[in-house]
């Protein structure tokens, strides 16, 4: 299996590579050159089975030649052997016909635990292989950072820097990021904001001096890997709702299209998915777009929704490539337009996206309404993501087909919203209760892209 560019002009690389390098070298989104399919039996076999037996299922023609059965069977029992369910994507009722997908039940309460979980053993097992070390470097607003460090804490072949703004993370995030022990993981607050963090990431990786002598490596969003791993649980909640004998449509709180797209690539690979639908918060881009309106930026609005406020949705990329015929120049076109406000997207374009997605959006308001809604009428307290999509689902389901929506974050990582909206504070799992115990291990950095250098330098493992 190899991967090429969205933008058609970056070397074709393995899994592996594809993998280890992330963004292309034009700019560009790795993707499958073909899309592997499963057939209607090989879908129904997994009925009945185990949630990382449908993983391997479902990813192992991605992986192609990279690990061997046994190898990659492994990686994945470790990537989720500390998730604090056995089904580790279950799915519960709200409504006739509308189901919730939870996918908050890793250690970090968001589902970028099934992708960060999965990406940490992959690289520690190519890496050890190939008897490198790299040196992860991010940048976070609180969710992205605490899934990387739990994912890469412990890794012998990887060391960990979060970059967070000092002061400007919940309290929740901050300890899921300074409490883990390990000496691999190194939390650092900046005195800046987020902006700065990330203009702080972008010069290191820049310079490369730097980025090849600490082995300077990135997880951000767009790695395909993190993308397949969220393929999985489309398959496994699907199947336990009688696919592929059935059709079930799909709706996904998203801000950088990441999660959703997964949900293309299941349809692509023969799931049988009616619709999928895109539900944003009132950062609307992706919304505006599947309306017709075109693919415009406008400015962020921060949200009781704070993962999904997004100025530009970076995987769209990825649909679009499809929706222009997978033609490459196109798509770097378009991105050009896009630095300076955006693009029109072509009718054939259209018509080929609209075909596969709905889309609507939720207001501040109607986001606290559904809170509280979902807890008086389905006895469940979801958090403002999830609520997002609950509210979008219930606008535009079909009533005949199993509507899937997917809750995103566990409602203790968003207490402030979740109270106010329902009056209820939602309680940690049993199994964190003691975060606010645990002591924080976290160093307090100026905004100085050369003191940052230096302290990675010294503190990385060598
Ligand atoms: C990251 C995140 C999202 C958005 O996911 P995308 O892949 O960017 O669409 C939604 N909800 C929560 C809780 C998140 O952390």
Redesign the pocket.
């Given at each position: 299996m190899q991967y090429i560019s969205t933008r058609g002009n970056a070397p074709v690389l393995s899994f592996e590579e594809a993998m280890l390098t992330g963004l292309a070298g034009d700019g560009g989104l790795y993707v499958p050159e073909t899309v592997p399919t499963l057939s209607a039996d090989d879908i129904r076999a997994m009925n009945g089975q185990s949630y990382e037996e449908i993983a391997f299922r479902v990813m192992r023609p991605f992986v192609d030649a990279t690990f061997s059965d046994d190898d990659f069977r492994a990686i994945i029992a470790r990537a989720y052997e500390g998730f604090g369910h056995l089904a580790r994507a279950p799915l519960t009722q709200l409504d006739t016909n509308h189901f919730l997908l939870e996918l908050f039940h890793g250690p970090t309460l968001?589902?970028?635990d099934f992708a960060m979980q999965l990406i940490g053993q992959l690289f520690q097992t190519a890496l050890a292989r190939r008897g490198e070390r790299v040196t992860i470097v991010g940048a976070t607003s609180g969710?992205?950072g605490s899934a990387a460090i739990e994912a890469f804490r412990g890794l012998d072949n990887v060391d960990v820097f979060i970059l967070f703004p000092h002061g400007r993370v919940s309290e929740v995030q901050r300890r899921q990021m300074t409490t883990p022990a390990e000496s691999n993981v190194h939390a650092l607050a900046v005195d800046g904001d987020f902006d700065d963090c990330q203009a702080a990431l972008k010069e290191m990786f820049a310079d490369h001096d730097f980025r090849d002598e600490v082995r300077l490596a990135a997880v951000n969003?767009i790695n395909w890997a993190r993308v397949l791993a969220q393929v999985v649980y489309y398959f496994s909640s699907a199947v336990s709702l009688g696919a592929p004998d059935r059709k079930v449509s799909f709706t996904?709180?998203?801000?950088?299209?990441?999660?959703?797209f997964a949900g293309y690539i299941a349809r692509q690979m023969g799931l049988p998915i009616d619709r999928l639908v895109v539900a944003t918060n009132q950062n609307d881009i992706l919304h505006r777009c599947l309306s017709g309106q075109g693919y415009r930026k406008g400015e962020t609005r921060p949200s009781v929704?704070p993962?999904?406020d997004?100025q530009v949705s970076s995987?769209f990329e990825r649909a679009l490539f499809d929706a222009y015929g997978r033609d490459g120049k196109a798509v770097a076109q378009l991105m050009d337009e896009l630095k300076t406000g955006g693009f029109d997207v072509s009718q054939g374009a259209m018509e080929y996206l609209t075909e596969i997605f709905d889309s609507g959006a939720a207001s501040e308001e109607e986001t606290l309404k559904t809170i509280a809604e979902t807890l008086r009428d389905s006895a469940e307290l979801i958090?403002p993501?999830s609520a997002v999509g609950v509210k979008v689902a219930k606008a535009l389901r079909d009533t005949d087909v199993p509507m899937i929506t997917l809750a995103?974050?566990h409602p203790a990582?968003f207490p402030a919203a979740v109270e106010e909206a329902s009056g209820q504070h939602p309680p940690l799992p049993p199994r964190m209760a003691d975060l606010y115990d645990r002591p924080e291990r976290v160093t307090r950095i100026a905004n100085d892209l050369a003191a940052l250098k230096q302290h990675i330098r010294g503190m990385r493992s060598k």
């Open positions: 968001a589902f970028k969710d992205t969003s996904v709180p998203t801000g950088n299209f990441g999660d959703i929704s993962s999904m997004i995987n958090c993501h995103t974050a990582k």
